[in-house]
């Protein structure tokens, strides 16, 4: 009598009858079937909206719009940093004339008071011997 | 139904419908799953998720041998993936319940007993066992199929079954067949 120790088949054999295939269960394939469809349903808008840019024509007017706003945003800054330039220059022309201004306005109020404290020392002389008098 | 595209598709299996592949492959993606996992619903599952992963990956198969291919790869990194996802406490061949089944037990119990064996192997290991007994594949296959050395296959399945004769012997004697 052949023992499944003795002999190494037998042990095979045995696995083999052990696990030999089973049936899938009952529905198995439709159940495949119906998440396959449900997760068809569910990319399919997505797929839908990108599916524009699968047809050449629509994917160089994508392209040529991009292109349009890139070069007119960079237009629109360049307009942006020449005016910012151009209102500093102005800035800075205002201060250089304010400051001579201020430098002109501080001499004449040196000049005026120069004249004022020049004055009342004459009038004093010019007092006294009229009212002696 | 969701049939195949035709456009880049091998003449095996253009025009195939994508139920009929399920209903081909079905027993056996099943099973190899039913025998690693060992609970039917968490089995069944795994299944349907590889047969999804397949609908995606359909355009890349060219024939028949090459999804057959395809779907014992995806299932077996899958089993693994879902084994070290829900971690269950690991039995080792050693720990396994002794039966209480005399010695000369028939067809029915030895197989309960050594698919209970098998179960309790460490993963990779178990799945050699499953697609040498199970699907018929030779070494060299199985060795594709897991991106294994040969060496280390046929070394799993050495010791396995060293194990499992050893197991058997000690748990039911001189079992005849």
């Known amino acids: ?133 | 139904m969701a049939a195949l595209p035709a456009a880049d598709r091998a003449p095996a299996i253009a025009g195939t419908d994508f139920a009929d592949i399920v209903r081909r492959y079905q027993s056996m993606v099943f099973s190899i799953a039913r025998h690693f996992v060992g609970d039917p619903s968490s089995a069944e599952e795994l299944a349907q998720d590889v047969f999804l992963q397949l609908h995606s990956a359909l355009d890349d198969l060219e024939s028949d041998e090459h999804i057959k291919f395809w779907l014992r790869k995806v299932t077996a990194h899958r089993c693994i993936d879902h084994r070290r996802r829900r971690r269950p406490p690991q039995v080792s061949i050693e720990d396994a319940p002794e039966p209480s089944a005399p010695g000369n037990a028939g067809d029915p119990l030895l197989a309960r007993r050594l698919r209970q064996y098998v179960a309790s192997l460490p993963e990779k290991p178990r799945l050699v066992m499953i697609l040498r007994y199970q699907e018929d594949m030779f070494p060299e296959d199985i060795a594709e199929v897991l991106s294994m050395p040969l060496a280390t296959v046929k070394s799993h399945l050495q010791r396995s079954l060293a194990m499992l004769r050893e197991k058997v012997t000690r748990t039911m004697g001189e079992v005849t067949l």
């Open chain 1, 1 to 133: 009598m052949n023992s499944i120790n003795q002999n190494p088949d037998r042990l095979e054999h045995a696995l083999q009858d052990a696990l030999r295939r089973e049936d899938a269960p009952e529905n198995f394939a439709a159940n495949v079937l119906t998440r396959v469809a449900g997760k068809s349903a569910e990319t399919e808008p997505q797929h839908s909206w990108l599916s524009i840019f699968s047809r050449p024509l629509l994917r160089w007017a994508a392209f040529a719009a991009v292109s349009t706003c890139l070069a007119l945003g960079g237009i629109h800054y360049l307009h942006l940093q020449r005016e910012r330039a151009q209102g500093e220059a102005a800035k800075q022309q205002l201060m250089l004339a304010l400051r001579i201004a201020g430098t002109k306005l501080q001499l004449a109020k040196s000049k005026v008071n120069e004249i004022n404290t020049s004055r009342p020392q004459s009038q004093p002389e010019n007092r006294t011997p009229r009212s002696r008098s």
